[in-house]
């Protein structure tokens, strides 16, 4: 509905456990890279955790935020982040940092706020094109005393490119092989 030629809105509406992880992996065609033009990837994320503006050292009962990653299986990236202490989890693993994809602006920013936006342009074609790209969405308890929470959240991520006029085409054919590939 919010698609357009050069313009792909994917999003997700789901629940996450606290203290847990979710992964998302989108395949990225290489004209999204590869064709000149201003190139954007964004990605918004909101939720709404219970909160107390009596809390001084959180005002929210959890948080949640995201990591973005270019060409790493899901099963690297689960087993890096697995081993992890919950205080460790904001830090990239040593083994995954050259595979992080930074994005403006950082963690710090904004995982202190339950409407995120961040992204990430590129002006000309990247050293390394990575053929897709890993979303973590993290879920980390602050004060919540119910262990067995849900957080609702809705994560939505826009490839947006200048120039490529088949991008929706593209995306919607790799992320409809991938479902029927799941259904099977």
């Keep these: 509905m919010y698609s357009f030629d050069n313009r792909v809105l994917l999003f997700n509406e789901g629940e996450i456990p606290l203290n847990k992880i979710k992964l998302f992996t989108i395949e990225i065609p290489r004209l999204f890279f590869e064709e000149k033009g201003k190139k954007r990837i964004s990605i918004v994320l909101t939720y709404n955790p219970p909160f107390r503006a009596t809390r001084g050292d ?12 270019g060409d790493v299986g899901e099963k690297e990236i689960l ?9 460790d989890l904001e830090n990239t693993p040593e083994e995954l ?5 930074k994005y403006f602006p950082g963690i710090s920013t904004l995982k202190n706020s339950c409407h995120q936006k961040a992204w990430v342009e590129y002006k000309k ?5 990575p053929s897709k790209i890993s979303i973590i969405l993290f879920s ?7 262990e067995h929470y849900q957080q609702q959240y809705c994560i939505s991520v826009v490839f947006e490119h200048q120039q490529v ?14 479902e029927r590939a799941r259904v099977r």
Aim: charged share 35%; glycine share 4%; hydrophobic share 30%.
């Design 97 to 101: 940092k050259g595979k992080e994809i």
């Design 125 to 129: 074609r990247p050293s390394k094109i």
């Design 165 to 178: 006029t088949e991008l929706y085409n593209k995306i919607r054919e790799s992320v409809q092989i991938r």
């Design 140 to 146: 980390q308890n602050k004060w919540n005393p119910d």
């Design 58 to 69: 959180s005002y929210f009962g959890n948080i949640l935020y995201f990591k973005l990653f």
């Design 79 to 87: 087993s890096k982040y697995v081993k992890l202490d919950e205080s």
